[in-house]
């Protein structure tokens, strides 16, 4: 069974930096798309930013020029660095990933999410 391992979450204050890191079971060769997402209270998960096999990126509009979303594919790892927090970039940050099984094939997996919370 695939697992997805995120960390790094904590407190910070507003105008802070964080690094999530999102550890894979599986080879990245298996992946076809990673990224973050995020869950504030009260809110739906939304997207905050992928990179598809490819390399292409694609970032949530509240968090470019921000966020960087980058892989280690020797360490099967995805990375999300966060410059200049904001209080409304808080919540429960969940990596996923497309794990690709054959030509017609595909499933989704999600970590267990790591917390973010950002202090004004």
């Known amino acids: 069974q695939v697992q997805l391992v995120e960390s790094g979450g904590g407190l910070v204050q507003a105008g802070g930096s964080l690094r999530l890191s999102c550890a894979a079971s599986?080879?990245?060769?298996?992946?076809?798309?990673i990224g973050w997402y995020r869950q504030a209270p009260g809110k739906q998960r939304e997207l905050v930013a992928s990179?598809?096999?490819?390399?292409?990126?694609n970032y949530a509009d509240s968090v470019k020029g921000r966020f960087t979303i980058s892989t280690d594919g020797a360490k099967n790892t995805v990375y999300l660095q966060m410059n200049s927090l904001k209080p409304e970039d808080a919540g429960i940050y969940f990596c996923?990933?497309?794990?690709?099984?054959?030509?017609?094939?595909?499933?989704?997996?999600w970590g267990q999410g790591t917390q973010v919370t950002v202090s004004s």
């Open positions: 996923s990933a497309g794990v690709v099984v054959s030509s017609e094939y595909q499933y989704n997996v």
């Open positions: 599986i080879s990245f060769l298996k992946i076809n798309r």
């Open positions: 990179i598809i096999s490819g390399g292409s990126t």
